[in-house]
């Protein structure tokens, strides 16, 4: 099984920085990738950016310029810097790795989210 984790949400006034951290554990080497989604009330969750294991990011058209997402694949750890913050970053962050289980069967692990508020 693959359980992640993900912290370093807060409070931020506009055009501030954070930085969001997941940590992946369990049966590491069956992920294919992780990513980063969001979703703020009455939205649907979307990505905002993904690494696959070939070193490819992915970044929704809303987060590119301005979020880069990272591997640390000594910690199993995923990275989001989180630059120029407006109020329409607000959501709660999760974190998703994917991958193929024995039998080829895809699974599809979560976090619990945490939460970016951007505020004045």
């Known amino acids: 099984q693959v359980q992640v984790v993900e912290s370093g949400g807060g409070l931020v006034q506009p055009g501030g920085s954070l930085r969001l951290s997941c940590a992946a554990s369990?049966?590491?080497?069956?992920?294919?990738?992780m990513a980063w989604y969001r979703q703020a009330p009455g939205k649907q969750r979307e990505l905002v950016a993904g690494m696959m294991w070939d070193g490819r990011p992915v970044y929704a058209s809303s987060a590119e310029g301005r979020f880069t997402v990272s591997r640390d694949t000594a910690s199993n750890t995923l990275y989001l810097q989180m630059n120029s913050l407006t109020p329409e970053d607000t959501a709660v962050y999760y974190c998703?790795?994917?991958?193929?289980?024995?039998?080829?069967?895809?699974?599809?692990?979560w976090g619990q989210g945490t939460q970016v508020t951007v505020s004045s």
């Open positions: 369990g049966s590491i080497s069956s992920i294919k990738a």
């Open positions: 998703n790795a994917d991958g193929l289980g024995p039998s080829a069967t895809p699974f599809d692990s």
